[in-house]
């Protein structure tokens, strides 16, 4: 049943048309909770002890940070699907999602050097953590260089299936550098495993502007990618259908 | 022995292809003392930096024709047809690559780093760094090359250039390492770690990068 489900899910027709029926509500819940966090961890959190109004830039920081690495993995997981199955689908969704990529990794590093000024008293510096998204930015500029190289779609997308592979390398290095060399950057203050280290009343509306844009940028994926089945399945009989 | 014999003939053939990026490393070396005062305190102050730059630098020029040739003239795809270890003939000419110009290029590094700062232990310790480091950004820009094979190498380059940062952080850190005394062996294991990792993966990617080329 699943197997069927994943097959047929996989198809971009299906695809299509199950994103058009999903869309206005994942939008419209997702906004809906962004705004409701952001005015809750704006207006109502109370301010922080050491770094004052300052910290409030976490509500927009910290989910464009986070989105910056999850949509890498979410890149790879693609790029290995495209690679062993040939699910054409997945190579769509690699080129969808680079550019957003390249624009959440961009957010989170000028959010994080807007945030650095009042706290670090440096807009940059060059530690672990904000080197390896720095090369995040570069790597996700890298693939979207590669991939409009090449008017062959298909070569495109194996190769660009591969780097993305490779450079998935950084993506743990993101994740660790805190702890695995001294750096400005603080450790992770919510973890799966630990009890988080932030003030309850600053860390719910944090995971509400999580959810809320996370959802919003999985609207953004989900409209790239169906711009991108327009153009490649074009000469396709079912897309002359469905526009 | 017998691919690695081969690739050396080959090599040893395109003489710009090895004789180039030496004398490249060499000239920067040469030119990085003319923008800065003759003091030989000031001389030190950017020198390890210049010359992991320099480095970089000719292992990226290097590699820009290594597979470019074969490609165009149809002896890529006669290898992929006939032999059945693509991925062993890759390895083997980065060896080669290595071995012409890596090991030059690491032999220079100590010379020049001899004369800069007169400490033989110091220059000594940025022999197994360079080689190390040297073979690590060989198999990188062949990688980036791969991927841009008929594109220009220059974008292959810019592909991979953010793998070779963390390279570069650790190589400066390692330097710090040994100028205060501390035991710098563990970012040489280190190195040797991200290389033997390297060393298997890249040329198994290399080989299915050329082959969806080929396609």
Known sequence: MIKKFIHQFASPKTYLFQVNRFYSFIFYFSLVIYIFSITWGLLLTPEDFVQGNSFRIIYLHVPASFLSQSLYLAMGIASIVYLVWRVKLAAYLII???????????????????????????????????????????????????????????????????????????????????????????????????????????????????????????????????????????????????? | MKILKLEYLKLKKKTRSWLGPILVFWLIMIAYPLTVEFLQDKLEIGFFSVLWIAILISMMLATEDIFIEDYNDGTLEQIVIKNSSFQFLISMRIVMYWLMIGIPVSVLSFIFTLGTSEDLVLSLSIIPLSMISSYIFLNLFVLGNALSLNKGSLLGALLTMPLALPVLIVLGKSLISIQLGINFLEFILLLLGCLSIIIIVVPIIVSYIIKAHLE
């Not at chain 1, 807009?123 to 260089?145: E, N, P, V």
């Not at chain 1, 844009?213 to 790239?224: A, E, Q």
């Open chain 1, 96 to 243: 969808a999602i680079a550019p957003i990529g390249a624009m959440t990794t961009f957010i989170a590093l000028i959010s994080g050097s807007i945030w650095g000024i009042p706290t670090w008293g440096t807009w940059w510096q060059w530690d672990a953590r904000i080197t390896s998204t720095l090369i995040l930015f570069i790597m996700y500029l890298g693939l979207i260089s590669l991939h409009n190289s090449f008017s062959n779609h298909e070569k495109a997308d194996k190769l660009l299936s591969w780097l993305v592979i490779v450079g998935a390398v950084n993506i743990p290095i993101i994740k660790k550098s805190v702890d695995w060399w001294s750096t400005l950057h603080q450790s992770a203050s919510i973890t799966l495993t630990e009890k988080p280290s932030i003030d309850p009343s600053m860390l719910y509306p944090l995971i509400g502007s999580i959810i809320g844009f996370f959802g919003l940028i999985i609207c953004l994926v989900l409209i790239s990618s169906k711009h991108q089945i327009l153009i490649r399945e074009k000469t396709k009989s079912w897309i002359k259908d469905y526009v």
